[in-house]
Structure formats: structure tokens, C-alpha cells
T-cell receptor, first 114, second 111 residues
């Protein structure tokens, strides 16, 4: 029962470096999300994908890009990392964008930008 | 914008006690409210989901209530156990892809 799988679990970057966070789900969910979690703040939505081939901005999209490669995979890319992007990143998925459906989360990626 | 508050930020109780975690919100126009559990270094696990038309949901020792008129939800945990130690977050859904999270209450159950 893999559920939502994120890689890597930890990453340290220097300012200006780029990287891609990978996420895959095996529950045949249509909707996928990227959140960041910072101390003292609730989780904030970066980007989401309601279905394969579509992506939309969330609350805090600046500095990020996403790709919905197929129904299973949704990646998050930092083109030029900044210290303000130091955070824990979570991928999540849910059944087709229907209200009142539970979210399933990956275990997170802890990212530090020096 | 929806504001979600969870007080206290941390709570310690002895094993066996019943306890209540609180979640308050500013806008009652919601579709549902979810309670999540987060263990250190792990992702979130959905515990209970209360739809807007419902007043409460129960799962085992957990009972969640929703009062939209007062902008409050509570998560009641009966007969707490050390394994219940975790951070509990509430989240409100206001649209298909709009989910607003609180900052959580870190619960420690002391054996």
C-alpha cells in the first residue's frame, strides 16, 4: 500500500541551484497537490492539478513550476532556489475534484536552501 | 480569506484522560472540515471529515463536532494513550481546491 510517494526525503541546496521534487500516487486519483509547511503557519497550497494535463496556481506559486507528467506523477520544480523556499514540502492527492473527499499525503521533503 | 486558529499550540495530558482540541474559523461558508494527524517527520493522515450539513463524526475513540454558526469545531479524544501523541490539524474546505489549514495542536500523552 504505497499511497503517495515523494522523493527525496531531504535536500540541501545552495542559493540559485535548481531541483525537482517528485511525487507519485498509486490510488488512481485525478487531483494532486503541492503544499509547503512552515513553522507557525498552516500548510499553504503551491500548485494543484485537477486532472492529467491541467495545472493551476495555489496561494503561494511564485518561484515554483509544476508538471503533471501523467495521471500518477506530479512534480514540483524550483528553478533558482532561494532561502525563503526552505520548508517542508508535501504532495497530496484525492479522488476526482469532488467536494468532501479526503486528502492523502506523502511523507514530505525537507528542503534547506543555504 | 478564511482564518483558521487552533489553541492551544501544545497540550500535555496523562494517559487515560479525555481531552478536547479546538479549531476556530472566521468564515462559515464551508463545504467540510477535516481533522488530520501528523507524526514527526511524517505526512498528514486524515482522521475525520465532517460535511457542512453534518454536526459530528465518530471513529473509534475520536469524535469531531462542527458548529458553523459559532465558527468552531472540536476533536474529542477519549481515554488518551501514548500512541495518540502527535500534532493534530484542522482544515476547512471552501471550494474544490481551497483548503485552509490551522497551525495545529501538538499533543503529548504522558504514560
Amino acid at each position: 500500500n504505497a499511497g503517495v510517494t515523494q522523493t527525496p526525503k531531504f535536500q540541501v541546496l545552495k542559493t540559485g541551484q535548481s531541483m525537482t521534487l517528485q511525487c507519485a500516487q498509486d490510488m488512481n486519483h485525478n487531483s494532486m497537490y503541492w503544499y509547503r509547511q512552515d513553522p507557525g503557519m498552516g500548510l499553504r497550497l503551491i500548485y494543484y492539478s485537477a486532472s492529467e494535463g491541467t495545472t493551476d496556481k495555489g496561494e503561494v506559486p511564485n518561484g515554483y513550476n509544476v508538471s503533471r507528467l501523467n495521471k500518477r506523477e506530479f512534480s514540483l520544480r524550483l528553478e533558482s532556489a532561494a532561502p525563503s523556499q526552505t520548508s517542508v514540502y508535501f504532495c497530496a492527492s484525492s479522488l476526482p475534484t469532488v467536494l468532501n473527499e479526503k486528502l492523502f499525503f506523502g511523507s514530505g521533503t525537507q528542503l534547506s536552501v543555504l | 480569506k478564511q482564518e483558521v486558529t487552533q489553541i492551544p499550540a501544545a497540550l500535555s495530558v496523562p494517559e487515560g484522560e479525555n481531552l478536547v482540541l479546538n479549531c476556530s474559523f472566521t468564515d462559515s461558508a464551508i463545504y467540510n472540515l477535516q481533522w488530520f494527524r501528523q507524526d514527526p517527520g511524517k505526512g498528514l493522515t486524515s482522521l475525520l471529515l465532517i460535511q457542512s450539513s453534518q454536526r459530528e463524526q465518530t471513529s473509534g475513540r475520536l469524535n469531531a463536532s462542527l458548529d458553523k454558526s459559532s465558527g468552531r469545531s472540536t476533536l474529542y479524544i477519549a481515554a488518551s494513550q501514548p500512541g495518540d501523541s502527535a500534532t493534530y490539524l484542522c482544515a476547512l474546505q471552501t471550494g474544490a481546491n481551497n483548503l485552509f489549514f490551522g497551525t495545529g495542536t501538538r499533543l503529548t500523552v504522558i504514560p
